[in-house]
C-alpha cells in the first residue's frame, strides 16, 4: 500500500488507447457501470466537470433508458478486475438491449466479451494494486471513451504536479488525531464524490467504520443526531469530523459550513477543517484524496492491520458464490 500510494503520481503518465476506436462515436450521454473502486473514476469525472451528463450506476442490470435517449447514450462498463458481477450482469443486459457500449478494464470476462463483441475498450495496466488505488488510470480511460481530450491532457499534467510523498506528514498526523475515533466526512453537495472517496479509504485501507454527507442536507437532518445531551454521549463520543472545505463553494454553503463547525466544537466534537485550497482544480481534488490515502494508511498501522487487502469482500464473495 504504502508503494501504491508513493507512486500515484505516475498513474498519470498512462496514455490509454481506445482499441476498436472506429466503432465509438461522441454520445450526448453516458451511463458507466461500476462498483467499488471502479466507480470512482467516473465520479471524480463528474466532479472535474460537473457539464458532463454522467450517471454512475452500481448495481445489477440497467437504470431505464428511455426510448429517445437510447441512441444518445453510451453505457460504459468498469470493473477493474474484468469480473464484477454486478458489471457483467448489467453486460449482458445492454448487449440484448443492443446498446452502445465501451468498457474499461485490466482483463478478466469483461475484456473478452469486450474484444469478442469488437466494441471499443480501453485495457488498464495490471500493476497488481487494489481497484481502489488505480483510480488515476481509471479517470484517464473514462475521459478518454468520453471523447473528453482537454480534461485527458489536464490530468495527465498531474504526473508532473502531484508529489504524494509531500502529503504524508499532514496524512499521519490526522490519523494520530483519528485514533480510537470514527471519521465522519462532511462537505458540500458539489464534492460528494471526494468526501465518498474519503470515506471509502478508511473503510477499505484504514479498517475502520466511516461515514460521509454533504451540505446544505445534512443541516435539515443528520446533524440533529450530535446534539448531545447526557444520555445520548456514549453514542456520540467517539465521532471525529472532518470538513473538506472549498472556497469554490457558494458563499451560503461556506457559511453554513463554518456554523456547523461551531455547533459541532461547542458540543465538545473534534473537528478538523480540511482546505481544498490548489488554484489547479485537478491537483485540488487529487492532494485531498492523497491526505486521505495516507491518512488510512497510517491509521490502518496504529491498528496493525494490514492496509492493502480486502479480506471481508473475498470472503464476502465466496459465500455468495456457494449454491
Do not use: C
Not at 142 to 150: G, M, R, S, V
Not at 303 to 316: A, K, L, S
Amino acid at each position: 500500500m504504502y508503494k501504491s500510494i508513493k507512486d500515484f503520481a505516475k498513474q498519470f503518465a498512462f496514455k490509454p488507447l481506445v482499441q476498436n476506436a472506429r466503432r465509438l462515436r461522441k454520445h450526448e450521454r453516458a451511463i458507466i457501470i461500476g462498483m467499488g473502486g471502479s466507480h470512482l473514476g467516473a465520479d471524480i469525472a463528474k466532479l472535474l466537470k460537473p457539464e458532463l451528463e454522467i450517471m454512475v450506476h452500481s448495481d445489477y442490470g440497467l437504470p431505464h433508458i428511455s426510448s429517445a435517449d437510447r441512441k444518445k447514450t453510451l453505457v460504459m462498463f468498469s470493473s477493474y478486475s474484468g469480473n464484477t458481477e454486478e458489471v457483467l450482469d448489467a453486460w449482458s443486459v445492454a448487449r440484448q438491449s443492443k446498446l452502445s457500449v465501451a468498457a474499461v478494464s485490466t482483463g478478466g470476462k469483461l475484456l473478452d466479451l469486450a474484444k469478442k463483441a469488437g466494441v471499443s475498450y480501453v485495457e488498464l495496466p495490471n500493476t497488481n494494486i487494489q481497484p481502489r488505488m488505480a483510480l488515476g488510470f481509471n479517470v484517464l480511460a473514462i475521459a478518454k471513451l468520453l471523447h473528453e481530450e482537454k480534461m485527458t491532457r489536464d490530468l495527465s499534467m498531474l504526473a508532473l504536479l502531484l508529489s504524494p510523498e509531500a502529503y504524508a506528514g499532514t496524512g499521519k498526523l490526522l490519523s494520530e488525531k483519528l485514533f480510537g475515533k470514527v471519521p465522519v466526512i462532511y462537505t458540500s453537495a458539489r464534492n460528494r464524490a471526494l468526501a465518498y472517496n474519503w470515506k471509502i479509504k478508511f473503510n477499505e485501507t484504514g479498517k475502520i467504520p466511516a461515514f460521509f454527507n454533504v451540505l446544505p442536507e445534512l443541516n435539515h437532518n443528520e446533524m440533529t443526531g450530535f446534539d448531545v445531551v447526557p444520555r445520548t454521549h456514549t453514542l456520540s463520543k467517539n465521532f471525529y469530523f472532518i470538513l473538506l472545505k472549498d472556497k469554490n463553494d457558494s458563499l451560503q454553503v461556506q457559511k453554513r459550513m463554518s456554523v456547523l463547525a461551531k455547533l459541532l466544537k461547542a458540543r465538545d466534537f473534534s473537528v478538523e477543517i480540511s482546505e481544498l485550497s490548489d488554484k489547479n482544480p485537478y491537483k485540488k481534488i487529487f492532494a485531498s484524496l492523497l491526505i486521505a490515502d495516507w491518512a488510512a494508511y497510517y491509521t490502518a498501522l496504529s491498528y496493525g492491520v494490514e492496509p492493502e487487502q480486502v479480506p471481508m469482500v473475498e470472503e464476502f464473495k465466496q459465500l455468495i458464490k456457494k449454491k
